[in-house]
């Protein structure tokens, strides 16, 4: 009769836990503006019609440089945001990226944006390799590793004389009228830049992002619990690197040139920590919110003040300032204030 009762209880309470879980997720469901995104998309698609008005470059530019570090900011929130893990070495796959179809462009006239995702599946495969050896170790040891692997990559690729070395190769360039010369790179870069959007949403709402978030909260614990963390950790940063790849690939071909000096740098590697921190790492909207703001600072900035230090300060104490208020980043302390906008909660 105990026994009964007791199962009779236990599995009353199973049933009110999966009730309460279900109106909690449908209270999410009612709060997250799933169409925003999508409408925004289908704006930027019909965008290259204003070429037909007039000349557009411009804008197109900016667009298709914002969608890059999207792109690369997105990807990075696996491993940096989901994770825990802040790498400032990322640039190195952006460079594999542009290197890899740069050279099957420069030798064998295959466009860039037809090997852009064989070049982010080399990118993640060498990401997967440097992760098992990088990821033995943690917290500042791991920044440390990371800046080391950036630096061993720059000495490599300006020595290594088959790309070029530090004069770098040029590539061939479109045969496209300049009005329509940046169509194809731009819906490549948006294609891209939507694609490491939905995994990262996909991801985070997986099995293996619930691991990921375990590990950034106590990797110790996730352990003990039973997640293989160095699986996890080794598979996330092949991931991000996945996306930083295909990035880069389509970069290269869109300025026609390839060279160290413009894709084995610590901006690139430090932008995409700030746009992740400053939109909110470890969610789907932040690395998002952070890439537009930044780019749109800088630019803003320089047109004001012009190409000197005094851009840089301005961009940097706007950004001091903003994460005094949101240190959470954007998303992540309006949601934890419960203020976020529908428009900016994606999941």
């Excluded at 290197?99 to 070049?119: D, E, H, N, W």
């Excluded at 720059?154 to 530090?166: H, K, P, S, T, Y």
């Excluded at 990262?200 to 106590?218: E, Q, V």
Aim: hydrophobic share 55%; charged share 10%; net charge positive.
């Amino acid at each position: 009769m105990t026994v009964t009762l007791q199962q009779s209880t236990t599995s009353g309470v199973l049933e009110a836990r999966r009730l309460h879980n279900e109106k909690l997720a449908r209270k999410a469901d009612q709060t997250r503006a799933a169409w925003f995104p999508l409408a925004l998309m289908a704006v930027l698609v019909a965008l290259p019609l204003l070429q037909l008005t007039g000349n557009y470059n411009y804008v197109l530019h900016m667009v298709l440089f914002t969608a890059s570090y999207v792109a690369m900011a997105s990807g990075w929130n696996i491993l940096g945001g989901f994770a825990g893990y802040i790498s400032l070495g990322h640039a190195v796959f952006f460079a594999i990226g542009g290197y890899f179809s740069g050279m099957i462009l420069a030798r064998f006239g295959v466009s860039t944006i037809v090997t852009a995702p064989l070049a982010g599946l080399v990118a993640a495969v060498i990401g997967y390799l440097i992760g098992m050896v990088t990821l033995k170790v943690r917290g500042p040891s791991f920044i440390i590793s990371s800046i080391a692997l950036l630096m061993i990559a720059r000495i490599l690729f300006d020595n290594w004389e088959f790309v070029g070395g530090a004069n770098g190769v040029t590539l061939p360039v479109t045969s496209l009228p300049v009005l329509w010369a940046k169509i194809p790179y731009y819906y490549a870069m948006l294609a891209i830049a939507a694609f490491s959007v939905w995994a990262s949403y996909r991801i985070k709402h997986s099995k293996f992002g619930l691991g990921l978030r375990a590990i950034s909260k106590d990797e110790i614990k996730a352990e003990s619990a039973g997640i293989d963390t160095r699986f996890y950790k080794v598979m996330a940063f092949a991931l991000s690197a996945f996306f930083v790849g295909m990035a880069g690939a389509v970069w290269g071909e869109y300025i026609t040139y390839l060279r160290p000096n413009i894709f084995l740098i610590m901006p690139i590697a430090v932008n995409l920590v700030l746009m992740a921190i400053l939109g909110g790492k470890g969610t789907v909207a932040g690395p998002v919110i952070g890439a537009v703001l930044i780019v749109a600072l800088n630019e803003l900035f320089v047109a004001m003040m012009g190409a000197s230090e005094l851009n840089i300060l301005g961009t940097g104490l706007v950004m001091a300032l903003g994460l005094i208020f949101f240190p959470l980043g954007l998303v992540g302390t309006l949601a934890r204030r419960g203020k976020l906008p529908r428009v900016l909660n994606w999941g």
